[in-house]
Nanobody, 123 residues
Framework: VQLQASGGGLVQPGDSLRLSCLTS????????MGWFRQAPGKEREFVAG????????LYDDSVKGRFTISRVRAKNTMYLEMNSLKPEDTAIYYC?????????????????WGQGTLVTVSS
């Protein structure tokens, strides 16, 4: 399984961005997927996850109400719609596929990772 994250860039506070994660190879359509991020000098942290069966979603409190995770199976693509961006959202964003069907915020449950896309929020 290969994952290709894209859509990052430099934006101003309050702006929006949509990240995409295209999967190829053996497609784990029934497995949950998620987005993580890592800011400079900080640990990688969970952002959002989506279950592989019913599409249930889970968000970190820091992004709840501003970010929306979704997936389109026919396109083998997962998205992260990010609104009302803040400087503290600045990070490299990674998409990943987990071993389980239900969403999980545990990074160790994810066994396939994309290369990351940089989001910078600055005025």
């Amino acid at each position: 399984v290969q994952l290709q994250a894209s859509g990052g860039g430099l934006v101003q506070p309050g702006d929006s961005l949509r990240l995409s994660c295209l999967t190829s190879g053996r497609t784990w359509t029934r497995h949950s997927m998620g987005w993580f991020r890592q800011a400079p000098g900080k640990e990688r942290e969970f952002v959002a996850g989506i279950s592989g069966d019913d599409g249930a979603t889970l968000y970190d409190d820091s992004v709840k109400g501003r970010f929306t995770i979704s997936r389109v199976r026919a396109k083998n693509t997962m998205y992260l719609e990010m609104n009302s961006l803040k400087p503290e959202d600045t990070a490299i964003y990674y998409c990943a596929v987990s071993r389980s069907i239900s969403y999980t915020l545990n990074a160790e449950e994810y066994n396939y990772w994309g290369q990351g896309t940089l989001v910078t929020v600055s005025s």
